[in-house]
């Protein structure tokens, strides 16, 4: 089975530092949020190109990205290691490559929508997700949810099922990112693919794909022959991709589902905020009831999670004190 592979690696150089599993696994979700916010930005940089377009170049560099990143990181090892474990059984590999579809969805979602004014409904859909992670994580994994916990996922179902009867339909874009996105980590997670080694592969099967549409498709070779300044941009484009991609599938590996899924909220807050404030995208003010229940919740689910913490860091502290 997949999940049953495991690479004994050198100690990484955080393990150096003192940091434990959790705090690298904090560090590599709050800057991979970071990253793809970023990221939200470069349909609009790089118009008059299609967001479609930027997606399928996106593919193409960021596997380049990905090349590099292994041979820096000396992952290599770990890849081929991980797919002579498969060997040849065809039930291994579709099993392997079964999120990938959800991935290709997700990204060209990611640069399509800014640009055709969906960029509030990508945010929104954002902000469900670490909801539903921390829902699939109680029903898959077992994890106990507190009825704090409980209570944020009730008033995000409140949003959603207000913004339902005020418009009689909810955006097909919100509904799939919060709806398909939390099964690509959870199918991962349960196979145990090394972060960097999944990625690879989903990249292998999709920018191959993004190459021919680019070629035979698509008009943005004659836009680059005429523009050659977004030559810079598919560069920078693969390398934040790829980097923003690893820490993220890093962070869902290194921490609890739960706490995954609450450190999630900080994209979408930053995805709102560029959707409103550069992209100039408006909102119905109907919708801030909806979006309000949604944010509610998303604010319990943190205040917990900073409860937890604090008592944690209390309770080191005190037996460090015991121990002296």
């Given at each position: 089975?997949?999940?049953?592979?495991?690479?004994?690696?050198?100690?990484?150089?955080?393990?150096?530092?003192?940091?434990?599993?959790?705090?690298?696994?904090?560090?590599?979700?709050?800057?991979?949020?970071?990253?793809?916010?970023?990221?939200?930005?470069?349909?609009?940089?790089?118009?008059?190109?299609?967001?479609?377009?930027?997606?399928?170049?996106?593919?193409?560099?960021?596997?380049?990205?990905?090349?590099?990143?292994?041979?820096?990181?000396?992952?290599?090892?770990?890849?081929?290691?991980?797919?002579?474990?498969?060997?040849?059984?065809?039930?291994?590999?579709?099993?392997?490559?079964?999120?990938?579809?959800?991935?290709?969805?997700?990204?060209?979602?990611?640069?399509?929508?800014?640009?055709?004014?969906?960029?509030?409904?990508?945010?929104?859909?954002?902000?469900?997700?670490?909801?539903?992670?921390?829902?699939?994580?109680?029903?898959?994994?077992?994890?106990?949810?507190?009825?704090?916990?409980?209570?944020?996922?009730?008033?995000?179902?409140?949003?959603?099922?207000?913004?339902?009867?005020?418009?009689?339909?909810?955006?097909?874009?919100?509904?799939?990112?919060f709806g398909s996105y939390p099964?690509?980590?959870?199918?991962?997670?349960?196979?145990?693919?090394?972060?960097?080694?999944?990625?690879?592969f989903d990249l292998l099967l999709?920018?191959?794909?993004?190459?021919?549409?680019?070629?035979?498709?698509?008009?943005?070779?004659?836009?680059?022959?005429?523009?050659?300044?977004?030559?810079?941009?598919?560069?920078?484009?693969?390398?934040?991709?790829?980097?923003?991609?690893?820490?993220?599938?890093?962070?869902?590996?290194?921490?609890?589902?739960?706490?995954?899924?609450?450190?999630?909220?900080?994209?979408?807050?930053?995805?709102?905020?560029?959707?409103?404030?550069?992209?100039?995208?408006?909102?119905?003010?109907?919708?801030?009831?909806?979006?309000?229940?949604?944010?509610?919740?998303?604010?319990?689910?943190?205040?917990?999670?900073?409860?937890?913490?604090?008592?944690?860091l209390f309770n080191f502290k005190?037996?460090?004190?015991?121990?002296?």
């Amino acid at each position: 089975m997949i999940q049953n592979f495991r690479y004994n690696s050198a100690p990484p150089f955080s393990e150096t530092l003192g940091m434990t599993r959790t705090q690298k696994g904090l560090a590599a979700a709050i800057c991979s949020n970071l990253l793809f916010a970023a990221l939200f930005l470069y349909s609009s940089w790089m118009q008059p190109m299609s967001g479609t377009d930027v997606f399928m170049w996106r593919m193409v560099a960021m596997l380049f990205g990905l090349l590099a990143l292994l041979s820096l990181t000396r992952s290599w090892r770990q890849t081929t290691a991980f797919a002579q474990s498969l060997g040849k059984s065809p039930k291994r590999w579709l099993w392997l490559l079964l999120p990938t579809p959800i991935l290709a969805s997700q990204l060209w979602l990611f640069m399509w929508a800014p640009v055709n004014g969906e960029g509030i409904n990508v945010a929104m859909g954002y902000f469900l997700f670490p909801l539903m992670m921390v829902l699939l994580g109680s029903v898959w994994f077992k994890e106990r949810l507190a009825p704090l916990q409980w209570l944020a996922v009730a008033l995000a179902c409140a949003g959603v099922a207000h913004e339902l009867w005020r418009n009689g339909t909810f955006s097909w874009v919100t509904v799939w990112v919060f709806g398909s996105y939390p099964l690509y980590y959870l199918m991962r997670r349960a196979q145990g693919v090394p972060a960097l080694t999944g990625l690879f592969f989903d990249l292998l099967l999709i920018a191959p794909l993004a190459l021919l549409y680019l070629l035979w498709q698509a008009d943005s070779l004659a836009l680059i022959a005429r523009q050659p300044w977004l030559i810079g941009f598919i560069v920078l484009l693969g390398l934040n991709s790829a980097l923003a991609m690893q820490l993220n599938l890093q962070a869902s590996q290194m921490l609890p589902f739960s706490l995954f899924g609450m450190l999630s909220y900080l994209e979408p807050i930053l995805l709102f905020a560029l959707s409103l404030i550069l992209l100039n995208e408006q909102t119905p003010q109907g919708a801030f009831i909806s979006y309000g229940l949604i944010w509610l919740g998303l604010a319990l689910m943190a205040g917990h999670g900073m409860r937890r913490g604090g008592k944690r860091l209390f309770n080191f502290k005190q037996n460090s004190l015991n121990n002296q």
